[in-house]
């Protein structure tokens, strides 16, 4: 039987939390290192929700991409939400590991999936932050290319479908869709990295309205995927990679999961 230690391991073999950016706050957040996982839940996000399925699956180990914790945390009550959680957490016997910026840039991680998803090919990092163990570099973001020039309005349509979203927002600055950057979560701030690649199009999420304005200007079309959209392919990936390292673990995908908004 594996620990939560174990865990955490692996996940750092796979994704260094080395790689996290400074911000962040990766890594193992709640919990006894030593406690035996025999069931664990992967989510984007701990909401109550998939909180709520964890207890009711009996689950020991949750893993998932955005930090419970973030900032200083100067107290741990039930007056605040973060501050419920972990008491519940800690109440049901639940462990935390978050994978978060160092999933970002690791290769095969959220960018990478994202990139795959929306069919680019030959994906290098969009922003490089370092070499990892064998000198390849890893960094937030991809970029890549489609087998064929298409109009935005095709490929918003495409990035859309392979990322079951119900709608998508877009900018279209006149060019056709070929050489493209892709940003999983909130990446407008590398509008200057994705000049500086080449790319005609730029697909990420949360995208301000100066970021529109100075893309327009500089015939960079946009896609804003939502934040959920752009990283939640990454977690049947996670489930995939603790299956593979803990056969005798029942892993799963929480179901208790979604983009938060709607659409009219």
Not at 57 to 66: D, E, P, Q, S
Not at 91 to 98: F, K, L, N, R, T
Not at 180 to 207: H, I, K, P, Q, Y
Request: charged share 20%; hydrophobic share 45%.
């Amino acid at each position: 039987m594996a620990s939560v230690g174990d865990v955490y391991r692996f996940l750092d073999q796979r994704a260094p939390f080395s790689y996290q950016l400074d911000f962040d706050n990766a890594g193992f957040l709640v919990g006894r290192e030593g406690a035996q996982v025999t069931s664990i839940l992967v989510a984007l996000d701990l909401t109550e929700e998939v909180l709520e399925e964890a207890i009711a699956k009996k689950v020991n180990l949750i893993v998932t991409h955005h930090p419970l914790i973030w900032g200083k945390l100067s107290a741990v009550t039930d007056r605040d939400l973060t501050g419920k959680k972990i008491l519940t957490l800690l109440e049901h016997g639940i462990a935390v590991i978050s994978a978060h910026t160092n999933l970002d840039a690791v290769e095969g991680g959220v960018n990478t999936a994202l990139a795959e998803s929306v069919g680019l090919k030959d994906c290098v990092p969009l922003q490089e932050d370092g070499l990892d163990q064998s000198g390849k570099p890893y960094g937030i973001g991809r970029v890549g290319a489609l087998s064929e020039e298409v109009s935005l309005t095709e490929f918003a349509r495409r990035v859309k479908t392979a990322l079951g979203l119900e709608g998508i927002r877009m900018m279209d600055a006149r060019r056709p869709v070929h050489r493209v950057a892709v940003g999983g979560g909130a990446c407008g701030g590398m509008l200057a990295d994705v000049l500086r690649a080449g790319c005609d199009t730029f697909v990420t999420s949360e995208l301000k309205h100066d970021v529109y304005l100075e893309a327009k200007s500089r015939g960079i079309n946009l896609i804003d995927a939502g934040h959920y959209g752009t990283e939640a392919v990454v977690c049947p990936i996670l489930v995939s990679w603790l299956k593979e390292a803990f056969p005798s673990l029942s892993v799963e995908l929480a179901s208790q999961q979604g983009e938060v908004f709607s659409y009219l």
